[in-house]
């Protein structure tokens, strides 16, 4: 499952609507300030909505709780008379992904509901949110959110300004994945009468309808049913719960068919929302400037998503391997691509062996059991409470002292260690090392660029699925090494996408050879075939409806066959020449 496809309206700089299409590895190139960290912090603004209905945040917290200063600084011009619109494609390839569909063996085709499950049969879905402003609520809110299966508009849930009225204000009912053969062969016998389908007759069945209509795309037939808003209980205004199976104000005589109707519209527009959560809870996003570890620091044994944004995390992940002895295949994959990337320092695991000498027992709960074997019997404890002599509700009780041990070795068994023995301790941990030097060296010691580039690589061999996200990978590193970062990102990992913020024409042109030399047949060993369609160069430039985005056309022979905007990377000429 991958994220295909992003589409901003009116987000920060982003004014017009613009799309831009992701590959395996995306990289956005254009000019300081232009917007292109905003494409992330869509992406995870777009998280923290359905994840906690969080509209209007004060943080991002995937952005290491970087503060944005909520839907004002949002929202493009900071005008709250505006909508931001966030449109996300997702391609599922054989993904199956979350689904409502339960009770399939006991509703069937005779009564005219899909036995399938409408999302997990579909290869492709899209969601689009509109954020506003309510002035009642003085918060912003999920205006309208529509969901697409297989490129086609499925459904429209909206929500008002006060967010207590969420309805689904239109449904296909005509969609693929909501008919059954039934309906086709209704549909014929019952020519003239308006039939749509048996699930449009249930669900409108006595109650007041209108005629509604929408269009799929702007090149897309426009589709008309008369239709009932059907009232369901809602999160964030017009998002229904997610996780959850849709509650909805729908009821039908039979109890089977009501819980029949909420599965197939949940997996309609809860599970699409499911899946696009879990990808985005699976993504990792490194920030533009990322920690240089020093001696002091402690390794995070439970390190979270929004760690990755300062790099912390990928310290913790590699020190949580090495206590979990799955060190040698993690640091082998690592090391792999240090020696690749020329950098001249590789990762060594290492045990820290300590040595204690027991000196015997000098704790009190031994000396207690030492009074114990020198008292024997004669225990006894005073239960008044006071001291004084000739106390009239002094109570003496004998104590077992057997019992008393009992109690004592269960606090702090006593250790079998003889003083004067000698106690090893050893600790598994992992360290850097100085290939020309062959010592081991801390991260503050070396170039600042290893330490920059260290959670990229870590997040290039640990990802499973979801995005990795960074900004200007290439900082503080030599040429002939963000020449390498073009393999890294393009050969490490094929499970997740790459969507990288970079200035680096280095980078890009390894991408180019590996086309080129895919397509001839003479790629080095151990590199895989990389096509065009593998990778997505979008450039981000300023223009006058806010920030304009165009992607840059490669042919199978690594060449460009569309000329970048402005002049980019024409320096290298201009300089030359």
Known sequence: ??????????????????????????????????????????????????AKGHCDPQRIDVLGEKHIGGFASLVNGGDLNKRIVIKLHVGKADSIGSGYNQ????????????????????????????????????????????????????????????????????LNYQHPALLTVGDATEAAEREGDGFVSTLHELLNAHRPTQ???????????????????????????????????????FTHDDPRITTRLHEILSDVLVAPLDNLLTLLNQSLCIGPLRMVPDSLRQPNPY??????????????????????????ALLAEINYWMRHLGLGYSLRAKSVVSKVVYTGSDDSMGDLRAMLDTLGDTIEINLSGSDEDGNPSDQRVQI???????????????????????????????????????????????????????????????????????????????????VGIGDLLTQANRQCSFLIETHSEHLILRILRRIRESTEDELPDGIQPLAPEDVSI????????????????????????????????AERGEELF
């Open 211 to 249: 005629l509604c209509s929408r269009r799929d795309s702007w090149h897309g037939p426009e589709m008309t049913f008369t239709h009932a808003e059907l009232g369901f209980k809602g999160f964030a205004g017009a998002l229904p719960v997610l996780g959850k199976r849709l509650e909805s104000t």
């Open 400 to 482: 077992d002292p057997q019992k008393l041990k009992a109690i004592l070795q269960e606090l702090a068994p006593e250790s079998t260690a003889p003083k004067g023995a000698v106690i090893d301790q050893v600790l598994n941990q992992w360290g850097l090392w100085d290939e020309a030097r062959q010592c081991e060296v801390a991260f503050t010691e070396v170039g600042v660029g290893i330490s920059q580039l260290f959670p990229l690589m870590v997040a290039a061999v640990v990802a499973r699925q979801g995005l990795v996200t960074c900004e200007q990978p290439e900082l503080h590193v030599h040429p002939r090494i963000q």
């Open 103 to 170: 009770l399939y063996e006991l509703i069937n085709e005779d009564f005219g509901l899909t036995v399938d499950s409408p999302t997990a049969d579909t290869a492709r879905f899209a969601v689009e949110l509109h954020i506003a402003w309510s002035k009642s609520a003085e918060t912003a809110y999920v205006a309208c959110y529509k969901v697409w299966l297989d490129d086609t508009l499925i459904a429209e849930l909206t929500s008002d300004a006060g967010m207590k009225q969420p309805v689904l204000a239109w």
């Open 303 to 328: 390190p979270e998503q929004k760690d990755w944004y300062s790099g912390a995390a990928a310290w913790d992940v590699i020190s949580s391997h090495s206590r979990q002895h799955k060190a040698p």
């Open 1 to 50: 499952m991958r994220i295909t496809e992003i589409s901003l309206t009116n987000f920060r700089s982003f004014q017009s609507t613009q799309t831009l299409p992701l590959a395996p590895v995306t990289l956005m190139f254009g000019p300081n300030s232009v917007g292109k960290s905003s494409v992330l912090m869509a992406l995870f603004y777009l998280q923290q909505i359905l």
């Open 538 to 569: 979008i450039y981000l430039d300023t223009a006058a409806g806010g920030v304009k985005a165009t992607r840059i056309e490669i042919d199978r022979y690594g060449e460009f066959t569309s000329r970048w905007p402005s002049g980019f990377f």
